[in-house]
Structures are given as C-alpha cells and as structure tokens.
C-alpha cells in the first residue's frame, strides 16, 4: 500500500467520523525492516515515529538512524528498563513492577501508554479494563513516568463489528481516565480504529508491503 496511501486512508477515515485528520499520529513499524528500507519507505515522506518491538532489534537502528523519533512497542522487561530512555514513547506498560524498575532507571521522564487487553484474550499482553483504576493510582505515585493514554491491540481476524466494540471500548476507558491518548489500529483494521477514536495507529505491513 506504501505510506502515502496509508495516510490518506487515515484522514479520509477521520472525516468519516467528523473528527480532524491532524488528531491522528501514524506510527511506522519497523520491527523486521533495515535502515535503508525504513529511510526509503518511511523517512522519505516525513519524520514519522517508527515503532519498534524488540529492544535488541532497536538499539542498531536508533544509532544508525539519528534523529529519527522511536516508540517502543513490545513486550517491556524488567532488565529492558536501562534502554527506554531512547524512546519517546512507551506503549506497552503493563505492569507495576516494570514501571517501579523504569522509574529507578530512568533519568527523566517518560511518556507511557497502559496496554489494556480489552478483547479479554487469555494469552494476549496488557491489563484487564478492571484492573485499571489501580494500576494507575499506582503509577500516579512514580514521578519519571507519565502516563498519557492507553494502548491495545485488537484480536486477530476477528469481524468488524467485534473490532469496531474494542476500540469504542478502549476510547471510553481513556475518556473515563481522562487520558488523551488511545493508540490502537494495525495494517487490517486502522481505519476502523480511527473512525472509533485512536490517536496513534501502528501501521508495518501496510506501510512496508503490498497490502
Ligand atoms: C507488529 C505490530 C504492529 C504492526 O502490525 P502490522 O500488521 O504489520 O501493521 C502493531 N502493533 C504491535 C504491538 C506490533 O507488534
């Protein structure tokens, strides 16, 4: 689909739904891709963030990519906590004890999305809706993280009705804790997530690939 299509798609998806094209941030994902294939796909249109998942893949890239903007938006561990300080971006927090270890290592502070399982999927990442309120009182009392939005990744193949429900969902979980950020939407459902609120989408395949 390339880049350029991807973003039209987001703002004609924004002006389905009433709301402005400028609410809504493409993340690029990079995860798999070389630095010369993000610079030609990505780069060259604009200083997109990349969203990266995998802390050992990022690293090269984040130094042979200078000045490029990273997200990191895997699986966060304990012993990863040194390296999120390269990231403007944290999506995927899930956990207090990872929070307790970024916030001691980190040495300002940092943005971060709470990852919801909302499709309530056993072996899938991020917090149940209920455990919510006191995770984040919880990281309220963490002073070098910030927390500024909720993050979840939809289930696989589901219908669009199904997905349509799990980003109005995540939208009125973020409403209720007044956070403005709801990154969700990958290559086959971003549009759908846009209509229903996101603000960031994190787009590969679409992106990278002949979709
Ligand atoms: C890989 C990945 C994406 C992008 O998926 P595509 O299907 O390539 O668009 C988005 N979010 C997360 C958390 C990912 O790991």
């Given at each position: 689909?390339?880049?350029?299509?991807?973003?039209?798609?987001?703002?004609?998806?924004?002006?389905?739904?009433?709301?402005?094209?400028?609410?809504?941030?493409?993340?690029?994902?990079?995860?798999?891709?070389?630095?010369?294939?993000?610079?030609?796909?990505?780069?060259?249109?604009?200083?997109?963030?990349?969203?990266?998942?995998?802390?050992?893949?990022?690293?090269?890239?984040?130094?042979?990519?200078?000045?490029?903007?990273?997200?990191?938006?895997?699986?966060?561990?304990?012993?990863?906590?040194k390296f999120m300080g390269r990231f403007a971006l944290v999506h995927s927090l899930e956990s207090l004890r990872v929070a307790e270890a970024?916030?001691?290592r980190l040495e300002r502070v940092l943005e971060v999305l709470v990852e919801v399982n909302v499709g309530r999927e056993p072996q899938k990442h991020g917090?149940?809706?209920?455990?919510?309120?006191?995770?984040?009182?919880?990281?309220?009392?963490?002073?070098?993280?910030?927390?500024?939005?909720?993050?979840?990744?939809?289930?696989?193949?589901?219908?669009?009705?199904?997905?349509?429900?799990?980003?109005?969902?995540?939208?009125?979980?973020?409403?209720?804790?007044?956070?403005?950020?709801?990154?969700?939407?990958?290559?086959?459902?971003?549009?759908?997530?846009?209509?229903?609120?996101?603000?960031?989408?994190?787009?590969?395949?679409?992106?990278?690939?002949?979709?």
């Amino acid at each position: 689909m390339g880049l350029p299509e991807v973003l039209a798609r987001i703002e004609r998806a924004a002006r389905r739904a009433g709301r402005d094209p400028s609410g809504v941030r493409l993340v690029a994902v990079t995860k798999g891709r070389s630095p010369e294939e993000i610079r030609e796909k990505v780069l060259a249109y604009g200083d997109f963030p990349l969203g990266e998942s995998r802390v050992q893949e990022a690293l090269p890239k984040i130094e042979a990519l200078s000045g490029a903007t990273f997200h990191f938006i895997g699986p966060l561990q304990r012993n990863k906590a040194k390296f999120m300080g390269r990231f403007a971006l944290v999506h995927s927090l899930e956990s207090l004890r990872v929070a307790e270890a970024l916030n001691r290592r980190l040495e300002r502070v940092l943005e971060v999305l709470v990852e919801v399982n909302v499709g309530r999927e056993p072996q899938k990442h991020g917090v149940l809706p209920e455990a919510l309120p006191d995770l984040l009182g919880a990281l309220g009392e963490l002073p070098r993280l910030r927390v500024v939005g909720l993050m979840t990744v939809a289930p696989r193949r589901a219908d669009p009705r199904r997905l349509r429900a799990v980003f109005a969902e995540l939208s009125r979980l973020a409403d209720r804790y007044n956070l403005p950020e709801r990154s969700m939407g990958m290559s086959e459902d971003f549009e759908l997530a846009v209509e229903e609120g996101a603000t960031l989408v994190r787009v590969g395949r679409a992106v990278f690939d002949e979709l």
